[in-house]
């Protein structure tokens, strides 16, 4: 009787460690998606700001309670974030975003938040995360704005 109290009160804990974790991420997907929005728009003004509204956002992700791997990708999310933000020249900020699309879906994965949507590019070979079905191409905007389609839904 003990292990089975126990072992529902360790998966308790898991999942309420899982809700705070995805309400800490929550912002920083968010602003995740504005960078995105500026991109398939290919508005480099506007993708450096939604990057530094974004960087703000990943420095309040409680990382000491990230595992390992997860603390990996917000270190690297938080890099791209920042090269982002430093340049108004669109294919480095495009350049930069598959490495922070990488991070930001294994964040995505690691806390199951609102329903998003892995999307992926096959002429980039890259990926990205998506608040709707409706694909619109971050990586080649207006050129290609509907090139690819959605893999994975988490």
């Known amino acids: 009787m003990k292990t089975i109290r126990f ?3 360790a998966m308790a804990f898991s999942f309420l460690s899982l809700i705070a974790y995805a309400q800490s991420t929550a912002p920083a997907l968010t602003a995740y998606y504005g960078v995105k929005d500026a991109l398939v728009a290919t508005n480099a003004t506007e993708a450096k700001t939604k990057a ?10 409680e990382a000491a309670k990230l595992p390992a791997a997860d603390k990996k ?3 690297t999310a938080k890099t ?3 090269a982002i933000s430093k340049t108004t020249d669109v294919d480095t900020q495009r350049k930069q ?3 922070l699309s990488a991070s930001m879906i294994t964040l995505a994965k ?6 998003t949507y892995v999307q992926y590019c096959p002429m980039v070979a890259a990926s990205w995360l998506s608040s709707t079905k409706d694909v619109r191409n971050p990586y ?14 988490i």
């Open 97 to 99: 975003f598959e490495d």
């Open 140 to 153: 080649y905007g207006d050129k290609m704005l509907k090139c690819g389609s959605v893999k994975e839904e």
């Open 80 to 82: 791209s974030a920042v």
């Open 110 to 115: 690691a806390t199951k938040p609102a329903k």
């Open 73 to 75: 990708a917000l270190a």
């Open 7 to 9: 072992s529902l009160a």
């Open 52 to 61: 530094t509204a974004l960087v703000a956002a990943l420095n309040k992700v």
